[in-house]
């Protein structure tokens, strides 16, 4: 008679441990981020859940200018991204910017050789043209306001590009990038962002002189004579060239697409290297470094319906997402 009342009471034990186990699962904040939400960084605070304002150089006039954080965001949706895309890819794309901002401030103190929180200096921080600002912008940025990107309470390094080429690309695959960890940022399959993207634009072919070839690889300590082939030695989870050898000389693929031209080498997704003659040719797939999240992604995601928050959340794993003003 004691063996049945000890399987109910085994049976009880289990029922409540799983309850238990139910429970935590439902408090825990989306995305499996359990740590809080970050600190406005003390440069910019002006109190408890209060919107700051930014200082921003504006490159075209040289001057800094004073502005509520959120209005700087919309110039920045709006240059970064086509302000006639879906709302919520726009919202996504506010909320990585104003995480990149806050996460740049925090580390650096923005951009203090400018004495300023914020520049329109591409090269230096993000696009920024309030010209493009237009009602789907304002929009996105006000459903979004004060939201940012965390992981381990802290800023993400909020990392996007144009088109993903089908798969994302980790920080040290598509970038190089070995200063900290970034747990958050893996490899991801992203068929919608080739969806997304037009025909036209889903491959690219780039040709450059031997010459360019050259300088490139000086600009970052390399040297090669006379050379009669370009090859992947190395590729990365993604399908992404990690090293090329070029002649006798071995370079990191994404330092030798920025120093040959980003925009004409759209990426390191480089499927064939043909040399002929005095000519090198790339063809490829995918436009920019890969990591993070696909601005073509995000507009198909949107278009499929998903919102902000759960675009984000295909491009960023283990982050939480958090409201810090109001």
């Not at 006639?84 to 996460?103: D, M, V």
């Not at 996105?140 to 306001?145: D, S």
């Not at 940022?185 to 969806?195: C, K, L, N, R, T």
């Not at 031997?210 to 009669?228: D, P, R, W």
Request: hydrophobic letters at 40%.
């Amino acid at each position: 008679m004691k063996r049945p009342n000890r399987l109910r009471s085994t049976l009880a034990i289990l029922m409540v441990l799983l309850l238990l186990v139910s429970c935590r699962a439902m408090r825990r904040p989306e995305g499996g981020q359990t740590s809080g939400a970050p600190a406005i960084p003390s440069a910019i605070a002006r109190g408890e859940r209060q919107e700051p304002e930014l200082k921003v150089y504006i490159k075209e006039t040289g001057q800094v200018k004073t502005m509520p954080f959120e209005e700087y965001i919309a110039g920045v949706v709006a240059a970064e991204m086509d302000p006639k895309w879906p709302i919520e890819a726009l919202a996504a794309q506010a909320i990585l910017a104003r995480t990149f901002t806050l996460e740049k401030i925090a580390r650096e103190g923005g951009v203090p050789h400018r004495n300023a929180h914020a520049s329109t200096d591409i090269e230096e921080f993000q696009a920024y043209d309030a010209s493009r600002i237009n009602d789907n912008v304002r929009e996105a940025v006000r459903l979004t306001r004060g939201k940012v990107v965390a992981y381990n309470g802290r800023y993400i390094r909020a990392w996007f590009h144009a088109n993903s080429g089908g798969k994302t690309a980790t920080a040290l695959e598509g970038l190089a990038f070995d200063k900290e960890p970034t747990p958050y940022v893996v490899a991801v399959d992203d068929p919608i962002s080739v969806e997304a993207t037009p025909p036209e634009d889903r491959t690219w072919t780039a040709t450059f002189s031997k010459s360019e070839i050259a300088k490139a690889l000086e600009k970052v300590g390399q040297k090669t004579g006379s050379f009669s082939t370009v090859e992947i030695v190395e590729r990365g989870e993604s399908g992404r060239a990690l090293t090329l050898r070029v002649g006798n000389a071995t370079v990191s693929a994404p330092a030798f697409r920025l120093a040959v031209g980003s925009t004409k080498l759209r990426s390191t997704l480089i499927e064939s290297i043909k040399v002929s003659g005095d000519k090198v040719t790339f063809t490829g797939k995918g436009y920019g470094h890969g990591v993070g999240m696909s601005q073509w992604g995000a507009k198909g995601r949107a278009e499929r319906g998903a919102n902000a928050e759960d675009i984000i959340h295909s491009y960023f794993h283990g982050v939480g997402i958090f409201k810090i003003w109001d």
